[in-house]
């Protein structure tokens, strides 16, 4: 029998109106606003009235590091919430937006699997309720007006050598990645430098993600450094006078987006910052008002721990003053065998060795989270290829790093193939074991923050930074920004910068070769290996096949 594909799974849902969902999590009609019947932004009056409310449990949902196998991260931050839902407890999904990069590149898709998707699938997984391209439209109103105010004189002296604010848009494109502005004559400027990133590593965007309500995001808009004076002094965002217009612009966006599983549950799916170039978390609002409907909140942070689950504690949790319950770490016997030196092409046949080989991987992700003092349960998320032999070596590795492994059948059975990991993770979280702390106090010299996340996190011996990148990060320390996190961007593949290194590599370093100020959002960047914060196109993009059918439906989409 032929397996049926995500998209086939998705279309056949019996989806409930979205009005019916909100009721189900207390929300009155009246503070909802519909796009379409089956999906609905939810308004900030109702979000400001639940301020008094007890939060409930917040459990994370990370990963190894991904391999080209698929490690199925969102369907199990999905599949887990059916669970939850299914043995009882009011539990609510909260996952990011899905980009058109990486859609029309090599994803395909990014709204679950199987039986453990949210829908509508199609439409979350392209233009959805448009909050992208409020990012995008915010984010180059303020690059316009920019170059607008050097035309008409430059007032406030900005050094064109000097303007450090890019261009974005929600595609890869690595033509766009370095280019020269204002070509043509006088009429269109000086030209200068410049260069495109995608939408989800604008600061615009983590701001959005980070921002509690409009006030607070104009605020962060206007205190971004758009670049510097011929004195070498800060441009602010407020003193170009976006900020107004951008806070507009992003109005309707800053609302988080409600939509339902294939079962019928609760999700909310706001804000998309990847966690390879971005901090990798969907937004703070909707966590927070999550965490005031449900009991059970589940979330997810972009690939593996090293970079997800590390800034989802140290810069989302931080900032926002959550406190997770619980972590589940998602794994595949597949990836453990990639993880060992087989070929893809060869992950059907059973190999226990490799599984053996590659699950140290597996055992430093466990042993980074529970550094935070956060409990950890791996879910081994399940395919039809996976033997009983190749699973037991895994659940028994598990074992001896102090955790539990649990067979995860929820893309192939939805909530009933996940209901084992819904009582461990309600019995983890109800423990009270979880005693969270960042990996480093707010006080830390910024380099220091870099080299703790290097080496207690990807296990690294030395960050190597030429003097400039020193001076610069003692430099934003003598301006005030020394209290900043850090987030790094670097390869998802590796623990390393080379993408190639698979398993549990030590006596690397960590080459930075860019640090950007995110003085808004509030963290400073550190681009570390051949990183592009502008993906480009695989040889052969998911585009290609890409279509609408006879009947009007979208295919190729998974």
């Given at each position: 029998?032929?397996?049926?594909?995500?998209?086939?799974?998705?279309?056949?849902?019996?989806?409930?109106?979205?009005?019916?969902?909100?009721?189900?999590?207390?929300?009155?009609?009246?503070?909802?606003?519909?796009?379409?019947?089956?999906?609905?932004?939810?308004?900030?009056?109702?979000?400001?009235?639940?301020?008094?409310?007890?939060?409930?449990?917040?459990?994370?949902?990370?990963?190894?590091?991904?391999?080209?196998?698929?490690?199925?991260?969102?369907?199990?931050?999905?599949?887990?919430?059916?669970?939850?839902?299914?043995?009882?407890?009011?539990?609510?999904?909260?996952?990011?937006?899905?980009?058109?990069?990486?859609?029309?590149?090599?994803?395909?898709?990014?709204?679950?699997?199987?039986?453990?998707?949210?829908?509508?699938?199609?439409?979350?997984?392209?233009?959805?309720?448009?909050?992208?391209?409020?990012?995008?439209?915010?984010?180059?109103?303020?690059?316009?007006?920019?170059?607008?105010?050097?035309?008409?004189?430059?007032?406030?002296?900005?050094?064109?050598?000097?303007?450090?604010?890019?261009?974005?848009?929600?595609?890869?494109?690595?033509?766009?990645?370095?280019?020269?502005?204002?070509?043509?004559?006088?009429?269109?400027?000086?030209?200068?430098?410049?260069?495109?990133?995608?939408?989800?590593?604008?600061?615009?965007?983590?701001?959005?993600?980070?921002?509690?309500?409009?006030?607070?995001?104009?605020?962060?808009?206007?205190?971004?450094?758009?670049?510097?004076?011929?004195?070498k002094t800060p441009v602010y965002c407020r003193d170009i006078k976006a900020d107004g217009a951008m806070t507009v612009l992003l109005k309707d966006a800053m609302q988080p987006n409600l939509v339902q599983t294939l079962e019928n549950n609760p999700a909310f799916v706001h804000?998309?910052?990847?966690?390879?170039?971005?901090?990798?978390?969907?937004?703070?609002?909707?966590?927070?008002?999550?965490?005031?409907?449900?009991?059970?909140?589940?979330?997810?942070?972009?690939?593996?721990?090293?970079?997800?689950?590390?800034?989802?504690?140290?810069?989302?949790?931080?900032?926002?003053?959550?406190?997770?319950?619980?972590?589940?770490?998602?794994?595949?016997?597949?990836?453990?065998?990639?993880?060992?030196?087989?070929?893809?092409?060869?992950?059907?046949?059973?190999?226990?060795?490799?599984?053996?080989?590659?699950?140290?991987?597996?055992?430093?992700?466990?042993?980074?989270?529970?550094?935070?003092?956060v409990p950890v349960v791996v879910a081994i998320n399940h395919f039809f290829s996976d033997t009983d032999a190749e699973i037991a070596a895994v659940k028994a590795y598990v074992a001896e790093q102090g955790a539990e492994a649990i067979l995860c059948k929820h893309w192939a059975?939805?909530?009933?193939?996940?209901?084992?990991?819904?009582?461990k993770v309600v019995s983890l979280a109800e423990s009270g074991a979880s005693n969270f702390a960042p990996l480093y106090p707010d006080e830390m010299p910024l380099f220091q923050k870099l080299e703790t996340i290097a080496k207690r996190i990807y296990h690294a011996d030395a960050?190597?930074?030429?003097?400039?990148?020193?001076?610069?990060?003692?430099?934003?320390?003598?301006?005030?920004?020394?209290?900043?996190?850090?987030?790094?961007?670097?390869?998802?593949?590796?623990?390393?910068?080379?993408?190639?290194?698979?398993?549990?590599?030590?006596?690397?370093?960590?080459?930075?070769?860019?640090?950007?100020?995110?003085?808004?959002?509030?963290?400073?960047?550190?681009?570390?290996?051949?990183?592009?914060?502008?993906?480009?196109?695989?040889?052969?993009?998911?585009?290609?096949?890409?279509?609408?059918?006879?009947?009007?439906?979208?295919?190729?989409?998974?």
């Open positions: 029998m032929a397996v049926k594909t995500d998209i086939e799974i998705a279309r056949e849902a019996t989806k409930k109106p979205i009005m019916e969902i909100g009721a189900k999590l207390g929300i009155p009609s009246e503070h909802l606003l519909p796009y379409g019947h089956d999906k609905a932004k939810v308004g900030q009056e109702f979000i400001k009235s639940l301020a008094g409310r007890p939060d409930g449990k917040l459990i994370l949902v990370t990963a190894i590091n991904p391999t080209p196998a698929g490690e199925g991260k969102t369907t199990t931050t999905v599949g887990l919430g059916d669970g939850l839902n299914r043995i009882g407890k009011k539990a609510v999904v909260c996952i990011r937006e899905a980009s058109l990069g990486p859609n029309f590149g090599m994803k395909g898709g990014a709204a679950g699997g199987g039986y453990a998707q949210v829908v509508p699938m199609e439409e979350m997984n392209l233009h959805f309720t448009g909050d992208f391209h409020a990012i995008t439209s915010a984010h180059n109103l303020l690059s316009a007006m920019i170059d607008n105010h050097i035309y008409w004189g430059n007032d406030l002296d900005i050094d064109e050598r000097r303007i450090v604010w890019r261009r974005v848009m929600d595609m890869n494109d690595r033509a766009l990645r370095d280019i020269v502005v204002s070509l043509g004559g006088v009429s269109n400027g000086f030209p200068r430098q410049t260069g495109f990133d995608i939408t989800v590593a604008s600061e615009v965007m983590a701001i959005l993600c980070l921002s509690n309500d409009l006030a607070d995001l104009q605020k962060r808009l206007g205190d971004i450094v758009i670049g510097y004076t011929r004195a804000g998309g910052p990847f966690a390879n170039i971005a901090h990798g978390c969907n937004s703070v609002i909707a966590t927070k008002t999550a965490l005031k409907l449900g009991e059970y909140v589940v979330t997810e942070a972009g690939f593996g721990a090293d970079l997800g689950a590390e800034k989802f504690f140290d810069i989302k949790c931080r900032k926002a003053g959550l406190k997770p319950a619980a972590a589940v770490i998602v794994a595949t016997v597949r990836a453990m065998k990639m993880n060992g030196g087989v070929a893809k092409a060869d992950l059907g046949a059973e190999n226990v060795d490799a599984v053996k080989k590659g699950c140290p991987n597996l055992g430093r992700h466990i042993g980074n989270v529970k550094g935070f003092g059975l939805g909530s009933a193939g996940i209901e084992e990991l819904a009582h960050v190597i930074a030429d003097k400039s990148i020193r001076d610069q990060l003692k430099a934003w320390e003598a301006a005030g920004y020394g209290h900043l996190p850090i987030c790094v961007a670097k390869t998802q593949y590796s623990f390393t910068t080379d993408p190639t290194q698979r398993g549990a590599p030590t006596g690397h370093s960590v080459p930075v070769r860019e640090v950007r100020l995110s003085a808004g959002a509030g963290f400073v960047v550190a681009i570390c290996g051949e990183i592009m914060t502008m993906p480009g196109l695989p040889k052969v993009p998911s585009a290609e096949v890409i279509r609408l059918n006879d009947m009007g439906n979208v295919e190729g989409l998974f």
